[in-house]
Nanobody, 119 residues
């Protein structure tokens, strides 16, 4: 099990950029897959991007391809989401999540950070 804490959210104008950070604790985080999810008001939580422990086969939702970049620094136990050319529809609470390699679903979650994009 790992504990996760997001930071970096805020208010930005459309076309702007933000970088979200996720600090993880736990001895074996290096071997956890990590991801960013988001939940907009009135909508279900959905995955934005995912990065496996070995950084192979990184996933992006179609809605953010070419605009968002997920990365991780295992030595620092950090996961990042760089967001460019933000749109009002990107407004949501963003959550960092992690799962152990022997798990099918993400079980460890941060508290979330609000991102608001104004038009």
């Amino acid at each position: 099990q790992v504990q996760l804490a997001e930071s970096g959210g805020g208010l930005v104008q459309a076309g702007g950029s933000l970088t979200l950070s996720c600090a993880a604790s736990g001895q074996y985080f290096t071997y956890y897959d990590a991801a960013w999810f988001r939940q907009a008001p009135g909508k279900d939580r959905s995955i934005v991007a995912a990065i496996p422990w070995n950084r192979e086969n990184i996933f992006y939702d179609d809605s953010v391809k070419g605009r968002f970049t997920i990365s991780r620094d295992n030595a620092k136990k950090m996961v990042y989401l760089q967001m460019y050319n933000l749109k009002p529809e990107d407004t949501a609470i963003y959550y960092c999540a992690a799962k152990a390699l022997n798990r099918d679903s993400y079980e460890d979650w941060g508290q979330g950070t609000q991102v608001t994009v104004s038009s």
